[in-house]
């Protein structure tokens, strides 16, 4: 049952619409968030390399179904076929995954990523390296992913990297939800508009017959509304973010919260000091590195040594916290993982190092990404 499940085939998980010129790629499980599975990666892919060479085609638009844009990877079916077995499939979805991002990010033709509702993890991924990133006020986004013993990952060491000051180590750390408007305001999305407004883009992009970027532009223009930005969001207390997550590392950063927190007695830092204390030991340091290592890479080298990272830790290299975290909080969930090392003092450089290391080729093959021309720079270091 188990292994089915794995490699279900429910050809409905991504619709394919559109007509000759535009066309629509639609994330369709709803009941799962649009989670992604192996098959759905590979759907796209295939099609997705179609319409690129299609000459008819000049723009794609990726959208998700019901109240999420797409809540991450189906972690939980993943976990399933490898503690059954079959833990390569872990490792080959994830490759699968950074395939479609990188296919993205460097596509031939403009890619409209409409994010209207939750987008975490391998949401992120497939999303933000699109040419134009659009988000309501109901866009969620966050990366939680050392909650569950992992870290984050699907190429966010070069988009977190590239946010202003020390705001994307803030968001890898922490966990933190931010809305559409600061997405906008921190430029993970290109524009905000009203949720109410959506179906009214989709009509006019499907007039497009141009790859021409300022014609796209115009058109998501004249529907792009002011964000309501809170005075009070993480974003508008980057100077504290700056002053805490420029630290070196994760212990002198949640020691630095802690002072700010004596003084500040602001929820968001609260909430930031409780996550780190709860999140994965390892996974803080391993994040922090990634994101800190990313920003002097490019797009390529982050998602290669991502993969790296990922091997490791389905191999259980060091540590068996991903299998502890799924359990713990989305099995059996108690909440109660059992994190080994179980404090930030106890995980060694020696440690650490291993996640980053070559991993052996002759049991685990290399990530290897395809030479591609069209790498969509949207995002550059702030610092």
């Not at 020390?166 to 009203?194: D, N, P, Q, S, W």
Request: aromatic share 8%.
């Amino acid at each position: 049952m188990a292994i089915r499940h794995c490699f279900d085939k429910d050809v409905d998980q991504v619709l394919f619409e559109g007509n000759s010129c535009v066309k629509k790629v639609i994330l369709n499980r709803p009941h799962k968030l649009n989670s992604l599975t192996y098959h759905m990666t590979c759907q796209m892919i295939k099609e997705l390399k179609a319409y690129e060479v299609d000459p008819k085609v000049k723009i794609v638009i990726l959208k998700g179904n019901g109240k999420a844009f797409c809540a991450g990877g189906d972690v939980l079916a993943s976990y399933t076929c490898m503690v059954a077995g079959h833990w390569s499939y872990g490792t080959n979805f994830y490759k699968k995954q950074i395939m479609l991002d990188y296919l993205v990010a460097t596509y031939g033709k403009p890619v409209v990523a409409i994010i209207d509702g939750i987008v975490m993890g391998g949401g992120a991924g497939l999303s933000l390296q699109g040419t134009f990133r659009i988000v309501t006020e109901n866009t969620v986004f966050a990366m939680p992913e050392t909650a569950i013993g992992h870290f984050t990952d699907v190429g966010s060491s070069y988009f977190l990297s590239r946010l202003p000051g020390f705001f994307g180590e803030y968001l890898g750390l922490t966990g933190a939800k931010i809305r559409g408007a600061e997405m906008v305001e921190c430029g993970l999305a290109t524009h905000f508009m009203l949720a109410k407004d959506v179906r009214l883009l989709e009509t006019a992009l499907v007039e497009v017959t141009s790859t021409d970027t300022k014609t796209i532009s115009e058109i998501i223009s004249k529907f792009m509304h002011k964000p309501n930005v809170k005075q009070h969001g993480a974003f508008s207390r980057l100077e504290i973010i700056n002053k805490c997550f420029s630290r070196t590392t994760v212990e002198e950063i949640l020691s630095s919260l802690e002072s700010e927190a004596g003084t500040e007695s602001e929820k968001w830092i609260l909430d930031a000091i409780n996550w780190m204390k709860s999140a994965c030991p390892t996974s803080l340091k391993i994040s922090l590195r990634s994101i800190r290592e990313g920003r002097k890479q490019g797009l390529e080298q982050c998602l290669i040594q991502e993969c790296t990272i990922v091997c490791h830790i389905l191999r259980r290299t060091v540590s068996n916290d991903f299998y502890e975290g799924i359990r713990a909080i989305l099995l059996d969930k108690d909440k109660n993982p059992k994190w080994e090392p179980s404090k930030l003092e106890l995980v060694t450089d020696e440690m650490l190092g291993r996640y980053f290391s070559r991993v052996d080729e002759d049991d685990m093959e290399s990530l290897q990404l395809p030479t591609r021309s069209n790498l969509v720079d949207t995002m550059r270091p702030k610092l």
